[in-house]
Nanobody, 126 residues
Framework: VQLLEAGGGSVQAGGPRRRACVPS???????????MAWFLRQSPEKQREGCA????????SYADSVKGRFTISKDSANNTPYLEMDSLKPDDTAMYIC?????????????????WGQGTQVTVSS
């Protein structure tokens, strides 16, 4: 099962960006996830860092670095997580990767997730 992201690309600092994560068109099974999240990785050498999390009841949690600027939501019927990114800064430049889990609750660690997108690059220029 594969998740694909949409909405990457380049944007100027201060600008908004909305990203969505959808199941791969080639998937034969629906992607059922209770908890979802967006992780970021700023370089191939760095580990993935969670930035936004949403549980089965749509409760959310955010990393301090994005709190107040990013908003995670989901379309439960289609198992699609969204990430709205506002007031973008050059430090937000990263590969953004969506994830889905069969577990419930706010899950902040990569090992807790079962489905992963390939990731798309967001580049914020000053």
């Amino acid at each position: 099962v594969q998740l694909l992201e949409a909405g990457g690309g380049s944007v100027q600092a201060g600008g908004p960006r909305r990203r969505a994560c959808v199941p791969s068109q080639s998937s034969q099974k629906p992607v059922r996830s209770y908890s979802m999240a967006w992780f970021l990785r700023q370089s191939p050498e760095k580990q993935r860092e969670g930035c936004a999390f949403i549980d089965e009841n749509c409760r959310t949690s955010y990393a301090d670095s994005v709190k107040g600027r990013f908003t995670i939501s989901k379309d439960s019927a289609n198992n699609t997580p969204y990430l709205e990114m506002d007031s973008l800064k050059p430090d937000d430049t990263a590969m953004y990767i969506c994830a889905g889990s069969l577990r419930r609750g706010i899950l902040t660690e990569p090992y807790e997730y079962h489905y992963w997108g390939q990731g798309t690059q967001v580049t914020v220029s000053s």
